[in-house]
């Protein structure tokens, strides 16, 4: 018997045929489960517990189908750098949606299952290494509490793959609330396929956001909704330092999840310009940039609607560019919101951007980490003996000091309710790397799993984590790949 409680749907293979390829995955030589998502397996109604080990690692390598499983490949396009591309599902397989308890949908989806209609000269695989950060991302995500796509198990397949080197290849089964990405529809318009397009955006409509359904402008109301939940999510994203490194179109999801963990990573010390990505020579998707990139993206989903908004194209225009013009003032107000929280505040006061820019601006001329500085905040024990004695720092704490004194908070309960706001620890990137070396190289996931059992508890300081909390080595330059 293998793995019980699937109720896999199909509702994506029943859209338009230009949408998708039916696929099939390869056979590979000798699959093994090296982790798996027990809790999330639990949260979406699997039970393992009749399966062997065997029967679970067919599964999550593609050999066995579970019941329902239609696998097919999504077909997009995108703008890779600011150059448009027609793309696809190059070594990724949907199996289907899995029914939740609470009438939703979510994804199944095997990444790393092998050649597609849409692989161009790739070989449809995936490395264990790449895979794994995936997971571990992934799940330190989620336990922030950023929306995000997540992990349910990742299968060594025991061939190798070939990048820059020969690597074990793997198989990740990754869970979303969908796979729509704006480069979806990019796909449907770059084709003028405008009536696909419209049962495109229904389904988004009714599958993402129902309260639109019977909305009399319904497509206003997607833009406006895809747009305030990016806001909101690249907000989230500047407020733990996370850089996600390849903001491309065919990485941004109707859902508003994160999603597609490549070249990521958690910033260290504070630096607007922190860029991780091996790819990314010139910084366009930086830390400091994600907002602005995240507009860029927004606008260009708008193109692809604009049929949709109003038969006559300037009037069309003029109804996007209104809603598009509303994303940095959104944008600010979450960040400006966030921020207060990070700080112990829990209302407004004109000076309170004044207040957190004079912050950064010290975190980045003292070369401060990041998600340190605010734990420290977060556990100092008395106001007039602050973390740190550096002559600017003091002038800020007098500041922040008497913000708090303003609000009539005392210190105690700020903090309190800071350290439920600001994590203890990130998947550093350092780490991430020393889990998966050790992982890849020497079959030993100990080190992944102790990592994992820290990062999926960020808030909690109940246990001594200093290991985790520390930065990088001096002089240790780290960057991340795509792994394609």
Known sequence: MSITGWKLENSYAKLP????????????????????????????GLDFSKASDDEI???????????????????????????????????????????????????????????TPFSRMGDGKAALGPMLREYIISEAMFALGIPTTRSLAVVATGESVYRESRLPGAILTRVAASHIRVGTFQYLSARNEFESLRVLADYAIDRHYPHLTDASEKYVGL??????????????????????????????????????????????VYHPSTVFSSIDRDGRYAYQNQPNITLWNMARFAETLLPLLDPNEQVAIAIATEVLNEFTPTFERYWLSGMRKKLGLSTTDES?????????????????DFT????????????????????EFLKWNKLWAGRLAIEGANLASAQAFMRSINPCVIARNHQVEKALDAATNDDDFSVLHELLS??????????????YQAPPPPGGCYRTFCGT
């Open 57 to 115: 690692s067919a599964v999550f390598a593609g050999q066995t189908l579970p019941s329902g499983a239609l696998p097919i490949a999504q077909a997009y396009a995108g703008h890779q750098y600011g150059g448009f591309a027609m793309l696809g599902d190059g070594r990724a397989i949907l199996l289907g949606e899995q029914r939740m308890q609470a009438g939703n949908l979510l994804d199944v989806q095997l990444k790393g299952g092998g050649r």
């Open 17 to 44: 045929a230009i949408l998708f390829q039916s696929v099939t995955p390869e056979k590979v030589p000798s699959p093994k489960v090296v982790i798996r998502n027990n809790s999330l397996a639990t949260a979406m």
């Open 352 to 368: 309170d951007q004044e207040l957190i820019q004079s912050l950064l601006a010290w975190m980045q001329a003292a070369q401060a």
């Open 223 to 268: 833009l406006k909704a895809v747009l305030d939940a990016q806001a909101a999510l690249v907000a989230q994203w500047q407020l733990v330092g996370f850089v996600h490194g390849v903001l491309n179109t065919d990485n941004v999801s109707i859902a508003s999840e994160t999603i597609d963990y490549g070249p990521c990573a958690f910033m260290d």
């Open 372 to 391: 340190n500085t605010f734990d420290d905040l977060s556990c100092c024990i008395e106001l007039d003996k602050p973390p740190y004695q550096d002559e």
């Open 454 to 467: 820290v990062v999926e508890k960020p808030f909690d300081r109940s246990s001594d984590v200093s290991a």
